[in-house]
């Protein structure tokens, strides 16, 4: 990747482009972010930056990463990230990274935690078909059905299709259009949707297949 950016997801509106087209887009809003570390071959084996996004009260931050900003001279943050970039030479412990690092009609990949359902049965997870209520199908209208391999290899498969925890993991959405910049306020404008509920914490990087 050559650049990113760390955000929170605000949420969901429209804009309209010059000729009177709704655009739906989600608000990010995109950084300030600063640079908490570099790593470089040398020191660390590969070349990478650690970003921070959002204050914290120094009172909220454990001995260990009071350090750890301590020693780059920077305020403490809530959320700290990790981006291997193509070329980190310009960057530098302190500097900041601002949403006017993206420009409108870029491509973006935005990285997510999906929201959270809970234990879900194989219909809501899967996609799966319901039985008729009718004819001595019984009370299993909704059930993921047989799921026994007889006897032979008398167990069931592994990956296989059936009820649990859906949601809470890590979705990234690919090959999104930047519709709006607002550097001024560090607002970026996306088209379309993207991973988490509002408040959710983004990563927003060049896309790869841009």
């Keep these: 990747m050559k650049k990113g950016i760390i955000g929170k997801k605000v949420g969901m509106t429209q804009i309209f482009d010059d000729k009177g087209k709704v655009i739906p887009v989600t608000v990010v809003e995109a950084g ?47 959320t700290l990230r990790e981006l291997r970039l193509e070329d980190i030479s310009a960057l530098n412990v302190g500097d900041l990274i601002k949403a006017d690092t993206f420009e409108a009609g870029e491509h973006v990949d935005v990285t997510g935690t999906s929201k959270g359902k809970g234990y879900a049965g194989v219909i809501k997870r899967w996609n799966f078909h319901r039985l008729k209520e009718s004819h001595g199908s019984g009370p299993v209208a909704r059930h993921g059905g047989s799921n026994g391999a007889c006897s032979s290899p008398s167990r069931v498969w592994k990956g296989l299709k059936m009820a649990g925890h859906l949601g809470a993991e890590t979705v990234t959405v690919q090959n ?21 509920p509002n408040g959710g914490v983004v990563i927003v990087r060049d896309s790869v297949k841009a």
């Design 32 to 78: 300030p972010c600063v640079v908490t570390q570099k790593k470089t071959v040398e020191t660390d084996g590969y070349d990478a930056v650690q970003l921070g996004f959002g204050d914290q009260k120094p009172q909220r931050v454990n001995k260990p990463l009071t350090g750890h900003f301590k020693k780059g001279d920077v305020a403490p943050k809530k």
């Design 176 to 196: 999104l259009t930047v519709a709006k910049v607002d550097a001024e306020n560090n607002l970026i404008a996306i088209k379309g949707a993207i991973p988490g």
